[in-house]
């Protein structure tokens, strides 16, 4: 089994940084790929950013330019760093891991991240 724990959520000012922490265990499909969504109060679930098991990486819209994902594969973890956070960024981030072909999908519990005066 796959268990994903985040880390580094928490409550930021506008216009401060994070870092998340995703720390993969257990058997992982070959190829995988990591990414973090994310899923504010009243809304669908929405995809933040994904990085294949070759560093290729897809960003929403919304955060091109002030997120980056980054993977140790060595380590199992992946990492979202983000800059310039908006209100409208506070939401629960979610870890996922799945096959290259979209199977196999595995998700964590989710940290909190909260961008407020």
């Known amino acids: 089994q796959v268990q994903l724990v985040e880390s580094g959520g928490g409550l930021v000012q506008p216009g401060g940084s994070l870092r998340l922490s995703c720390a993969a265990s257990?058997?992982?499909?070959?190829?995988?790929?990591m990414g973090w969504y994310r899923q504010a109060p009243g809304k669908q679930r929405e995809l933040v950013a994904t990085i294949t098991s070759g560093t290729r990486t897809v960003y929403a819209d919304s955060v091109k330019g002030r997120f980056t994902i980054s993977r140790d594969n060595a380590k199992n973890t992946a990492y979202l760093r983000m800059n310039s956070l908006k209100p409208e960024d506070t939401a629960v981030f979610y870890c996922?891991?799945?096959?290259?072909?979209?199977?196999?999908?595995?998700w964590g519990q989710g940290t909190q991240v909260t961008v407020s005066s």
């Open positions: 257990g058997s992982m499909p070959s190829g995988y790929v």
């Open positions: 996922n891991v799945r096959g290259p072909y979209g199977s196999d999908s595995y």
